[in-house]
């Protein structure tokens, strides 16, 4: 396998070492191959909210294989599935499930550039969409309009399509939008793939503005603010609704899933009711629909939300305070149950600002807490995530062994 992984953040390049080979997990604990115990701050990048080996995920899930791996035909778990993911958000009013978060995203653009009659989409420096073409840009050397392709591979007539804007700076949203007849502006709600990085006070809702006046589509991509941030994600938690949604990460409990929904004028135009083709042979995999169900069936019967925000605050202000208090230049962005402690800079707020972090700084900081049997995401620019089997213990032994590690490594 290059690299010896399936997804290159795994193999540990940003840090350094070797990646943990995992042989099982439980609860707010993951084991590797050689049996050791991390306390785990990855949760599969998002997806794990309950812990680890839930009973009542896993259990769902075990029911469903022994009832056959897959059908190609559909299933009642999927319009349970569909009907749950419509009850907690309240713009989609159709659904349509894939296989990642990568396919959701492809899939609403298309759609995105079918309702409008445009060609071009705006993302933003610093967000990840998965890896589809279109996606894979970054901004060319001078003007913002011209990109570039951000992968080998990747064709500049279709990134030519793809226009980049500065995430919290709607005068860079605008200026696009003024030149080019744009279909769809696509953005992270709270962005979680440069490190966490908050939208400022009234981003969101300039987008939707923006976006209403020039004709052209909201994409939010929820793939991991879906469910995560509340039942119904970033739009409920910041009270600003998108035309289309995207998830993965998190929908699936653990099992490959994505899916992306919307107002029913808008994904009525996806085959077969419409023109638009979009496919999946595993698509409403019954085991994934059986474990995504059951993981957002259980967020009605707890309310984990209090816990896991508690918890990450609890965090986020340790791992400042200890920084600090070592003398480094530092500073920690966090929301619910997701956070990232930056070092060398004081400030998060979009790529450019994050690009300065002192990376090397996290690298050694990371090796060292995987010392102390502390498993965090192996760059600076992805978050922490809590569960709701993550501990007060789990919390202090955390912050303990960061004390401990940070005073050695600065
Ligand atoms: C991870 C991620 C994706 C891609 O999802 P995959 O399931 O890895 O294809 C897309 N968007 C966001 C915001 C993500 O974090």
Redo the contacts with the bound molecule.
């Keep these: 396998m290059p690299g010896g992984v399936n ?1 290159p953040v795994r193999a540990f390049k940003a840090v350094g070492g070797n990646p943990l080979f995992i042989d099982r997990a439980e609860g707010s604990k993951i084991y590797d191959a050689d049996g050791n115990e991390y306390i785990d701050y990855v949760c599969s ?2 997806p794990i909210i309950f812990g680890h080996n839930n009973a009542a995920i896993r259990d769902a899930a075990t029911i469903a294989a022994q009832k056959g791996m897959s059908f190609g035909a559909p299933t009642e778990a999927e319009v349970k599935l569909a009907e749950k993911i419509i009850s907690y958000v309240p713009s989609v009013e159709m659904v349509r499930m894939v296989n ?6 492809m899939s609403a653009l298309r759609l995105a550039r079918a309702y409008t009659g445009r060609q071009k989409v705006i993302k933003f420096e610093g ?5 589809a073409d279109s996606m894979l840009v970054k901004a060319g050397s001078g003007a913002l309009t011209l990109c570039e392709p951000d992968s080998a591979g990747v064709s500049e007539n279709i990134t030519q399509d793809t226009l980049v804007a500065s995430y919290n700076d709607l005068a860079s949203v605008e200026e696009l939008l003024k030149k080019k007849n744009i279909a769809c502006v696509i953005v ?1 709600p709270v962005a ?2 440069m490190g966490v990085v908050l939208p400022k006070e009234g981003f969101l809702k300039g987008l939707k503005e923006l976006c209403g006046t020039y004709g052209t589509l909201l994409i939010f ?5 879906g469910f995560r941030l509340c039942k119904g994600g970033a739009q409920e938690y910041y009270g600003v609704l998108a035309d289309i949604v ?1 998830y ?2 998190i929908i699936g409990g653990g099992m ?1 899933l ?1 899916a992306y929904g919307g107002k029913k004028e808008i994904m009525e135009l996806v085959a077969p009711s419409g023109p638009v083709y979009q496919a999946g042979t595993l698509s409403g995999n019954p085991i994934a629909m059986a474990a995504g169900l059951a993981q957002l069936e259980a967020l009605e019967q707890q309310d984990i939300y209090a816990h896991i925000d508690k918890l990450c605050e609890k965090l986020a202000k340790g791992l400042l305070e200890i920084a600090q208090n070592c003398g480094i230049k530092s500073c920690v962005n966090r929301i619910g149950s997701l956070c990232s402690l930056f070092f060398g800079i004081e400030n998060a707020y979009d790529y450019k600002s994050v690009k300065k972090a002192d990376t090397e700084l996290y690298a050694k900081y990371f090796r060292g807490m995987l010392d102390e049997n502390v498993y965090l995401a192996p760059s600076q620019f992805e978050a922490m995530f809590i569960s709701y089997a993550h501990t007060e213990k789990d919390i202090d032994k955390t912050l303990e062994s960061a004390e401990k590690i940070i005073e050695q490594v600065v």
């Design positions: 997804s990048w998002g990642s978060g990568t396919e959701a995203v967000c990840y969409h998965g890896h992270e979680a793939n991509d929820e793939v991991i603010t995207t993965g990460k490959p994505g």
